[in-house]
């Protein structure tokens, strides 16, 4: 089973930048599918960026469509997520996880981001 450690986040104040990452291990990630995940208080967890393991296609939530970018390390079998623009309704634990996802989900990291 893949073990996976969100890192990264963060108080930014709106407008501002956040790389986050999420290290796995325990198998390679490298022909899985990726994306990250958030979560904000009171709401479900919805999936923002995807990244395919074939040919490196992504894909978006329109919310954060043109402001975050996702990429993969696989030599360093790491996620990232890069968010520009950051608005406040971004703030959200924010998770990595496989597609479709596991029933493992790691801690998360909190991102917060003030008006």
């Known amino acids: 089973q893949v073990h996976l450690v969100e890192s990264g986040g963060g108080l930014v104040k709106a407008g501002g930048s956040l790389r986050l990452s999420c290290a796995a291990s325990?198998?390679?990630?490298?022909?899985?599918?990726m994306g990250w995940y958030r979560q904000a208080r009171g709401k479900g967890r919805e999936l923002v960026a995807a990244?395919?393991?074939?040919?490196?296609?992504?894909v978006y939530a329109d919310s954060v469509k043109g402001r975050f970018t996702i990429s993969r390390d696989s030599a360093k079998n790491t996620v990232y997520l890069q968010m520009n623009s950051l608005k406040p309704e971004d703030t959200a634990i924010y998770y990595c996880n496989t597609i479709p996802t596991m029933d493992y989900w790691g801690q998360g990291t909190q991102v917060t981001v003030s008006s």
């Open positions: 990244h395919s393991w074939s040919g490196g296609g992504t």
């Open positions: 325990g198998r390679p990630i490298s022909n899985y599918d």
